[in-house]
């Protein structure tokens, strides 16, 4: 999947590589993959990477605030596959090391990125719309987009995990 990305970046930008990537988080081993691959030691381009979760199961934010993996008490998310309350233990050191900004989303804005994207012929679920719902967090907030690098020229990818499916609408 990740050397399908480059390679489909490469073709649609032709040849600039990522800037950022966006990748949901549950227990991190997608996100371990994605920082793994985009900080790789021999990689000639790195990549920022911006790890996203549900508000109320954040267990990556709270352990890159304690510095350690952290267990947190989760509650009830339309984003279910990243409702998760601890980190795998393998992926902790590589996301505490590689993760450049971490940004939690509501399920409402998930489902406005859902709609987002569906209006735009993308299919994408919860899981998978929450990378587009955390670009537009960070493009709002001053800080976290200088930190990051964020401008016109950024080459950023989405991973979306997840198709459309049902999902209890947010009220
Ligand atoms: C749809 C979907 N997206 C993302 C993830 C997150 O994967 P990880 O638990 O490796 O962080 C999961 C996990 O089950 C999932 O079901």
């Given at each position: 999947m990740l050397a399908e990305a480059d390679k489909q970046v490469l073709q649609a930008t032709g040849e600039i590589a990522a800037t950022h990537a966006i990748v949901p988080c549950g227990a991190g081993s997608v996100a371990e993959a994605v920082t793994a691959h985009y900080k790789?030691?021999?990689?000639e381009s790195r990549a920022a990477i911006i790890a996203v979760e549900p508000t109320d199961a954040a267990c990556l934010q709270e352990s890159l605030k304690a510095g350690q993996s952290v267990t947190v008490q989760t509650k009830d998310t339309i984003m279910n596959g990243l409702n998760c309350g601890t980190l795998s233990t393998t992926a902790w050191p590589v996301l505490k090391a590689g993760i450049d900004v971490s940004v939690v989303i509501s399920d409402a804005e998930s489902h406005a990125a859902v709609r987002d994207l569906t209006a735009n012929r993308i299919s994408a679920g919860p899981c998978g719309a929450a990378t587009l719902a955390a670009l537009k967090k960070v493009c709002f907030d001053a800080d976290a987009k200088g930190k990051l690098g964020l401008d016109d020229s950024s080459v950023v990818v989405l991973y979306c995990t997840e198709g459309l499916r049902d999902y209890p609408v947010p009220t």
């Open positions: 790789a030691p021999g990689r």
